[in-house]
């Protein structure tokens, strides 16, 4: 074959390969593109399909559903305001709790614990996290709800809030009477708001110290000598060093911690008391979105059934919310690290 023909068929044989690899390139980037607008599709899919259903409750009650306490099926009047209440409160108390215990451990796994212990604590950590959460609700039902009722609650109604037996208030209630409502309680049993935000707290611990730990670890251990080395204790250096440098993925973790707070059924179903009445207190049962759709969903029908689907659209815009805020958050603290 002479050489003319031997660089001609080269020459094919480059640009076949050169369109093979283009339509692949395209293929591929059609691919990813697909899988990226399949989220955005299923998100506003569900929040489109939620809207829908709701649309007869919203239709009916207008911006009075979200103002209302009154949950009456009998008279077919609905309000969303304790559900409402109850997720949101639930899930602070969650965040209350978890965040600094998080920190804690977080904190000992990557600054304090010895070597040999690491590892032991943290693959307990993620066994923990993938316990499914009807087994915290059972928990929380069967052995934690009854020892708050028999000795957790009793104090509280005792030295924070109205005492159950006589009527009367305590030190704290008489000259804090915000923190004498909150802790004033004749409910006898223990399912309760703050029950269930202890059991959330409990859930949302395990992801939280997660992510707080993975990412202490990144910290430079070279800024983390030069602190030791100029005299900082090891709470100053995961203070002043750790945590500034870490704070915008801290900041996710725990909105990711807050986004399955708000998100949590069978968990707070078992131990929120499923009232559909608002109370200042603690200690009174309430009920959230999730747990009024659990337990309600199967036998509604009609306006009942609408008045459940604007429910679930509403936990949708409040998760969305709740992210919303987490991502200009770490938008703004990314815009003061580059100053």
């Known amino acids: 074959m002479p050489a003319t023909e031997t660089a001609i068929s080269a020459t094919d ?21 697909g899988c990226a607008l399949l989220v955005l599709a299923s998100l506003l899919g569900a929040a489109g399909a939620t809207l829908w259903g709701g649309r007869d409750a919203f239709s009916a009650f207008g911006w009075h559903f979200l103002v209302s306490s009154e949950w009456d099926p009998g008279n077919e009047v609905y309000g969303a305001l304790v559900p409402v209440y109850g997720t949101v409160v639930t899930s602070f108390i969650a965040l209350l709790i978890a965040v600094p215990i998080s920190f804690g451990i977080a904190v000992y796994l990557s600054e304090v614990a010895p070597t040999w212990l690491r590892t032991p604590i943290a693959s307990a950590i993620e066994l923990l996290a993938g316990i499914p959460s009807i087994i915290y609700g059972m928990w929380g039902l069967f052995v934690f709800a009854p020892f708050f009722a028999d000795h957790i609650k009793p104090w509280l109604t005792s030295n924070l809030g109205n005492k159950p037996d006589d009527g009367k208030l305590s030190w704290v209630a008489e000259h804090v009477p915000f923190v004498g409502k ?59 060093i ?98």
Do not use: C
């Open 242 to 339: 750790v945590l500034p440098y870490t704070r915008s993925a801290v900041i996710g973790g725990i909105f990711l911690g807050l986004g399955r707070a708000l998100g949590e059924t069978m968990a707070v179903t078992f131990v929120l008391g499923n009232a559909m009445h608002l109370s200042a207190s603690l200690l009174d049962p309430g009920a959230s979105i999730a747990s009024t759709i659990a337990n309600q969903f199967s036998e509604a029908v009609g306006l009942q059934k609408s008045a459940l689907m604007a429910l679930a659209f509403l936990l949708f815009v409040v998760t969305f919310i709740v992210l919303l805020i987490a991502r200009l958050m770490l938008r703004r603290l990314a815009s003061k690290e580059g100053r």
């Open 182 to 240: 909150l802790f004033g309680s004749d409910y006898p049993f223990g399912a309760s708001i703050l029950v269930a935000g202890i059991v959330l707290a409990i859930m949302v611990i395990p992801f939280i110290s997660s992510v707080m730990r993975e990412v202490f670890q990144t910290v430079p251990t070279r800024l983390k000598e030069s602190a030791y080395a100029l005299g900082s204790s090891t709470w100053e250096v995961s203070w002043d």
């Open 13 to 33: 044989i480059l640009e076949q390969r050169s369109r093979r690899d283009a339509r692949h390139e395209r293929l591929f980037r059609w691919l990813l593109k």
